[in-house]
C-alpha cells in the first residue's frame, strides 16, 4: 500500500504561481509513475500531467502545457506540480496518483492508477 497526501493548494489570483507537492510512504512509495488530475465542481476528474518512474519522461493535457511542471524527488519521497500562469479554469480539486505495477503509456487515463490522495483545492481569482 502507498499512502499519498497532497499540500500546496490555496487561493491565488489569476496570473499567479502555486507549487503543489504530494507526500508518498509506503511500500514501493517510488518505484512507479505518477501524475496529477484535477476535478472541478460539476465535472468530470480529468488528467493534468503524468511523470514516469524514471523522471525522464512528462506529459501534460494540452490546456496547461507551458504552464504547469511536473517533477520528483524520490530522495524526498515528493511529486509536485508547479503552476504558472494560472487561470480561473484552474480552479479544481487537484490529486495526486501513483500507479502500483509499470503499465502502458495510457498516462492520462485514471484506471491505471492505483493510489489516489485526498486532494488539495486551488481557487483562483479574476
Known amino acids: 500500500q502507498v499512502q499519498l497526501v497532497e499540500s500546496g493548494g490555496g487561493f491565488v489570483q489569476a496570473g499567479g504561481s502555486l507549487r503543489l507537492a504530494c507526500t508518498a510512504s509506503?511500500?514501493?512509495?517510488?518505484?512507479?509513475?505518477k501524475g496529477w488530475f484535477r476535478q472541478a465542481p460539476g465535472k468530470e476528474r480529468e488528467f493534468v500531467a503524468a511523470?514516469?518512474?524514471?523522471?525522464?519522461?512528462?506529459y501534460y493535457t494540452d490546456s496547461v502545457k507551458g504552464r504547469f511542471t511536473i517533477s520528483r524527488d524520490d530522495a524526498m519521497s515528493t511529486l509536485y506540480l508547479q503552476m504558472n500562469n494560472l487561470t480561473t479554469e484552474d480552479t479544481a480539486t487537484y490529486y495526486c496518483?501513483?500507479?502500483?505495477?509499470?503499465?502502458?503509456?495510457?498516462?492520462?487515463?485514471?484506471?491505471?492508477?492505483?493510489?489516489w490522495g485526498q486532494g488539495t483545492q486551488v481557487t483562483v481569482s479574476s
Open positions: 511523470i514516469t518512474w524514471s523522471g525522464r519522461n512528462t
Open positions: 496518483t501513483s500507479r502500483a505495477r509499470h503499465q502502458g503509456s495510457d498516462y492520462d487515463d485514471a484506471s491505471t492508477y492505483a493510489y
Open positions: 509506503g511500500h514501493n512509495a517510488n518505484t512507479y509513475a
